[in-house]
């Protein structure tokens, strides 16, 4: 079945860096989906891109669509305290979700 | 707007007993998602509804699980019996139509 790379699995970093995290896959995906997933919770939309190449921005969030349309990028700048959690990636192909492994990130204030 | 409403939050089972979940989806939603998210992993679709007829249920174990959705509104999962390898967080997702659905809370299963 289609599979997503996602890396890395985990990040530890200091309040006020930036923060970049990537998605690949075998597999060509018409939609990259990034999501955020607090403790107890349910995975939140953050950012969706429907077009190879398209760069979206969501306030400290930037995302990419890779030309290929099998890869995908998230970058958050001066990062805060609440933006600890774990993202995931997930690209949508045939009305379905596939969603990468996740990337773990923690703030050391 | 209201979220998606799921229950319990909580099970905790003993292997080959049955288990059973609960998902109200967002009003007005015809598609709703079952995942199942192991830990550490992302969530893995289990079954899709578009109204209340089946679109996808290609990665439910039907040995074991079993879905429905009665008059295309609630939902309920089942596990009978279960395996101590079905402990997991189970995800109800809903959307009016395409993949992009809103999730719930889940349901946090543990098998022991």
């Known amino acids: 079945g289609q599979q997503l790379n996602q890396s890395p699995q985990s990040m530890f970093i200091q309040e006020g860096e930036d923060v970049s995290m990537n998605c690949t896959s075998s597999s060509i995906f018409n939609t990259w989906l990034w999501y955020k997933q607090d403790p107890g919770e349910g995975p939140v939309l953050l950012i969706a891109l429907y077009k190879a190449g398209e760069l979206t921005s969501n306030g400290r969030l930037t995302a990419q669509f890779g030309i290929t349309r099998k890869d995908s990028f998230l970058n958050i700048s001066a990062s805060i305290p609440s933006d600890v959690g774990i993202y995931f990636c997930?690209?949508?192909?045939?009305?379905?979700?596939?969603f990468g492994q996740g990337t773990r990130l923690t703030i050391n204030p | 707007e209201a979220g998606v409403a799921q229950s319990p939050r909580y099970k905790i089972i003993e292997k080959r007993q049955s288990v059973a979940f609960w998902c109200n989806p967002i009003?007005?939603?015809?598609?709703l998602y079952w995942y199942q998210q192991i830990l550490g992993q992302g969530p893995k679709l289990l079954i899709q509804f578009q109204n209340n007829g089946v679109v996808d249920d290609s990665q439910l174990p039907k040995d074991r699980f079993s879905a429905e959705r009665l008059k295309g509104v609630d939902s309920t999962l089942k596990i009978q019996p279960a395996k101590l390898e079905d402990s997991a967080v189970y995800l109800c997702?809903?959307?009016?139509?395409?993949?992009?659905?809103?999730f719930g809370s889940g349901t946090r299963l543990t098998v022991v």
């Open positions: 997702a809903s959307s009016l139509g395409g993949a992009r659905g809103t």
């Open positions: 997930a690209g949508q192909g045939a009305q379905k979700l596939v």
């Open positions: 009003s007005g939603h015809a598609t």
